[in-house]
């Protein structure tokens, strides 16, 4: 792909930001976050929450996995997200880490995406916003193990 068509593929799809973390849990510091831009880069740390690492080093994304999350946006972002997926009668119990997704769009018609779930839940999720989920979830497995796993 010749750099002018892929700028301007790239402007042509969607402006945003997701984050993907996670608090509580037996340590109290989550099973992790990741930060992933449209500008094909992501951070991630081992912890999540109050220790979640703010200075993670960047991780360049492959175009294919680029388009995947463009798609993923794309699909997600249609109709509002439920502020939570969690059951009245599922309140977490047992230490188990909370995850909340956000996503933020950006330019013409900004929109912010905000959903919480307890560990084990992410079958209750909608799903577009269960391929989004795992789609992002292999991300952070991929870019802490591009580090050894360290937070």
């Known amino acids: 792909m010749t750099t002018t068509v892929l700028a301007i593929a790239i402007a042509l799809a969607l402006d945003f930001t997701i984050d993907l973390d996670s608090s ?3 340590t109290n510091r989550g099973r992790g976050a990741i930060s992933i831009s449209s500008d094909g880069w992501m951070e991630a740390s081992a912890t999540g929450g109050l220790a979640r690492q703010r200075s993670a080093p960047r991780v360049p994304l492959s175009m294919a996995e680029i388009d995947a999350l463009q798609r993923a ?3 997600a972002s249609r109709q509002p997200w439920p502020a939570t997926n969690s059951t009245a009668a599922d309140n ?3 230490d188990r880490p909370q995850w909340t997704l956000r996503l933020q769009t950006r330019g ?3 929109q912010v995406f905000v959903t919480t779930w307890y ?3 992410e079958k209750d ?3 577009e ?5 795992d789609l992002i979830a292999g991300l952070l497995r991929r870019a802490l193990a591009s580090r050894g796993g360290k937070p």
Do not use: E, F, K, T
């Not at 916003?129 to 989920?133: C, D, F, R």
């Open 24 to 26: 509580g849990g037996w």
């Open 108 to 110: 013409s018609d900004s």
């Open 73 to 75: 946006v794309a699909l």
């Open 125 to 127: 999720l909608r799903p």
């Open 92 to 94: 977490g119990c047992c």
């Open 129 to 133: 916003l269960a391929a989004l989920n």
């Open 119 to 121: 560990d084990g839940q």
